[in-house]
């Protein structure tokens, strides 16, 4: 059997042609569909007309504009650059640096191509595909026996199309693995053929990275993959997968292998890093009663416990708990482990060395107030610990510290989300991940600080890097979280009836809450290329940008209970601080001094003050002040997670961030916990209306939404989600008016583990 490959215009009709077997195609010669332009077009009619692409407006513009581009003979036009213009409608001038729409889209309408031809074009003629890290789409003629479609492969003709090309996925099915090879390696030929520099990349960069010649997947599995740590050997990497659930486990992999499970304990495994022998792995278990560090012997060795970390709070599956890196992190010579917990002083969280020899904790940091040092790395010569210190919940910078005589140095000032941070092979730069140019990508800085430089060969979103002992490679998570609300009528649950996606948009949106009469919703948006506070009308027609922040990120909004203002917290300067907005985008004012931490806002049911949580007498405590900022009082000695005021105004709802919702009168006397919900998790996931709570417990059926009556103190199912909601934002709100629920939930959420090599 013969494959032909094309490259530039298909109107040349003389193409090379590669010889290569597919397995599991019969010894006779079977026939392939015509590769002509006019055939390609019809097969892009019948995708972009199928359920799967129908609703989708943009995604569509993509796929056609890159196919008509390329059947144009003009391949060459097909960049970043130009998608971004002509199809999302961007300024010439625009920085794709800066705006990763193309990217995020990219993958999207990877994953779309995907599912159609596993479901309703399975036996298509033709296949239409984008390989990854390019944009440049290439055409596979198929023959396909429908009988026997379960057994075999298809024999396949392709058609690349000009100057872009990179590796495909290292793991693939068994059944398609050997063709996959062999097709790759037949284009990959062609192109070198052309003289493409598909898989090289040139980035600045102070030291080691400043070449990067490629760039591989190294698990494409089902589910997420996160947080790779390299083995001292370069030959394996340790990582944590959800192979397609809501539970994390330790996992190893070699390149081009299969994934080797390694813990499989109850609860969530995290972190996992390797001991400098490579004999041991540490991780961190979570469970329901709490955070343990572990060691386990590899390959196939025991499990031991080593120590449990004061910092009690319970698993959730959200991304703070597979972002953000408590540790542990191996000591160069072995003998100890870095991780993060509370803070000698009891407020923020530290970092602690722990003794191997005597199980002693010796503390390293104690940072002010409720700041949190993440993210503990050492460097290979054991001299210096580099950390992520959080001043709020995204707002960070990177610090090193000297272990010889304990200075501290800051290297960054950004205020933004660092996400993981590896040393160079020569201890000389950090890199790490961050949000700082928009998108999450790698940067690196030396340890004297000054501008860190991007590694601009990563893909749509890279975090948590790790980099090989000798510097060859290094491994991130490549991520992406793409979140929409949707309004659903109580009334319509299981009903035929979908939900309403509300004010849809290419980026992400969460935290939506009706207005006290239904009539509009408040909500977060990062469609701006930032997260700002967005409002729209009810069905989510004429959304409008309220807020021009810029960084940091949003969140939390409510409304006045005149609907004439909305509160929120936002991050600017580094700190979480309490805003008010009314909803046509005037009167922004800041109602916290500088320099605090205030967040989760509530109005009283008069609306003449505000309820919310600060640290302004040293550690997080409820306050309340008036509309104006003024005659700030203490409330309560400690923190109230998401308070809501009961609409009689005598009392506080509020949980403590770990089981069960509590009540508090507000006239004085002492928390008492809900009687029915005792044993539930919310995950942000609840408010208060007419009478009732509406919540999701995410220890159950996450679809099920349930109204708890504080009449009866008794549960009935209010309405089945058709999807799952987002977890970690507050997300869900009721509008009696309409008798219908908003909700967030995850539209498109992907993580693998790619290599990004080094060019010497």
């Known amino acids: 059997m013969e494959a032909r490959a094309f490259k530039a215009a298909i109107a040349a009709r003389t193409p090379p042609k590669h010889a290569f077997c597919s397995e599991g195609i019969s010894s006779g010669e079977q026939q392939l569909p015509s590769l002509d332009a006019e055939s390609i077009r019809s097969q892009l009619d019948r995708i972009l007309t199928s359920n799967r ?3 989708s407006v943009r995604i569509s513009r993509f796929l056609r504009y890159v196919t008509e581009t390329a059947l144009d003979g003009r391949a060459g036009e097909i960049k970043e650059t130009s998608i971004g213009v002509s199809v999302y409608d961007k300024a010439p001038s625009y920085d794709p640096k800066l705006d990763t729409v193309v990217r995020s889209e990219a993958r999207r309408l990877r994953l779309k191509l995907e599912g159609y031809f596993e479901e309703e074009g399975q036996f298509d003629p033709i296949r ?5 890290g390019a944009y440049l789409p290439i055409f596979e003629a198929v023959a396909v026996q429908p009988s026997t479609i379960a057994e075999t492969s298809s024999t396949s003709d392709l058609v690349i199309l000009g100057g872009t090309l990179a590796p495909s996925p290292l793991a693939v099915p068994p059944a398609s693995r050997l063709r996959r090879i062999l097709l790759y390696a037949s284009f990959l030929a062609l192109g070198l053929s052309f003289g493409l520099g598909a898989l090289l990349f040139v980035t ?3 030291d080691h990275w400043r070449s990067v010649a490629r760039i591989i997947p190294l698990t494409t599995f089902l589910g997420e993959s996160y947080q790779p740590n390299v083995s ?7 990582f944590i997968w959800n192979n397609g659930g809501s539970t994390y486990s330790v996992y190893v992999v070699r390149p081009g292998g299969k994934p080797l499970r390694v813990t499989a304990g109850p609860g969530t495994d995290i972190h996992p890093v390797w001991s400098p022998d490579g004999n041991l792995i540490a991780f961190l278990r979570v469970t329901s009663s709490g955070s343990q560090v572990r060691v386990v012997s590899f390959p196939g060795g025991s499990e031991n416990a ?6 009690g709070r ?4 959200d991304l703070l708990g597979i972002r953000n890196d408590t540790g542990p992190s191996w000591s160069s010579d072995g003998k100890g482990l870095i991780v993060s917990d509370v803070a000698p002083s009891g407020r923020g969280m530290g970092l602690y060395r722990f003794d191997l020899n005597t199980h002693e904790l010796h503390s390293l940091t104690n940072p002010s ?5 993440l993210n503990p790395t050492l460097s290979s010569d054991g001299k210096w610990l580099a950390y992520a210190r959080f001043s709020s919940y995204d707002s960070s910078d990177v610090f090193i510290r000297s272990l010889l005589d304990g200075r501290e140095r800051r290297l960054t000032s950004d205020h933004t989300d660092v996400q993981g941070l590896a040393w160079s092979a020569g201890n000389r730069e950090i890199v790490f991940s961050s949000n700082r140019g928009g998108a999450y990508g790698l940067w690196t800085i030396g340890l004297d600080g000054g501008n860190p430089s991007p590694i601009s060969a990563t893909g749509e979103s890279a975090i948590q890097p790790a980099i090989s002992r000798d510097g060859q490679f290094l491994v991130y998570a490549d991520f992406t979280l793409r979140s929409e609300i949707l309004k659903i009528g109580v009334s319509q649950a299981g009903t035929s009836v979908p939900p309403v996606s509300v004010a849809p948009s290419i980026r992400s949106s969460h935290s939506a809450q009706f207005s006290p009469d239904g009539s509009r919703i408040a909500f977060v948006s990062d469609r701006s290329g930032k997260w700002e506070l967005w409002v729209s009308s009810a069905d989510g027609k004429e959304a409008s940008q309220l807020t021009n922040f810029d960084t940091g990120s949003v969140g939390s909004p409510r409304w006045s209970p005149d609907g004439l203002s909305i509160a929120f917290d936002a991050r600017p300067n580094g700190r979480s601080a309490i805003f008010v907005i009314s909803p046509d985008g005037q009167g922004l004012r800041n109602l916290s001094p500088k320099g605090q931490e205030e967040k989760q806002p509530a109005w009283s049911s008069d609306g003449k003050w505000i309820y ?7 550690s997080m405590q409820l306050w309340k002040m008036t509309t104006s900022g003024s005659d700030a009082t203490s409330v309560s000695q400690f923190a109230l997670t998401d308070a809501h005021i009961a609409p009689d105004g005598k009392s506080i709802f509020y949980t403590n961030g770990t089981e069960g919702l509590w009540q508090m009168p507000l006239s004085g006397g002492s928390p008492v916990q809900i009687p029915g919900l005792e044993h539930c998790r919310f995950g942000r996931l609840w408010t208060i209306s007419d009478g009732g709570i509406y919540y999701v417990n995410i220890r159950g059926d996450r679809s099920k939404v349930i109204r708890y009556d504080l009449q009866t103190h008794s549960n009935r199912p209010a309405l089945t989600l058709p999807r799952d909601p987002l977890i970690g934002y507050p997300s869900l709100s009721y509008s009696p008016s309409d008798n219908a629920i908003l909700f967030a939930t995850k539209e498109d959420s992907r993580s693998d583990l790619m290599m990004l090599w080094a060019m010497h």
Request: no cysteine; net charge positive.
């Open 204 to 206: 600045r960069t102070p």
């Open 53 to 55: 692409f129908k609703n």
């Open 612 to 618: 919310f949580d600060s640290n302004r007498a040293g």
């Open 306 to 311: 080593l120590f449990a970390l004061r910092n």
């Open 369 to 373: 107030s409720d700041e949190r040092d």
């Open 128 to 132: 239409i595909w984008i390989p990854k």
């Open 232 to 238: 001292p050997d370069g030959k394996s990497v340790a």
């Open 314 to 317: 319970p698993w959730s599956e």
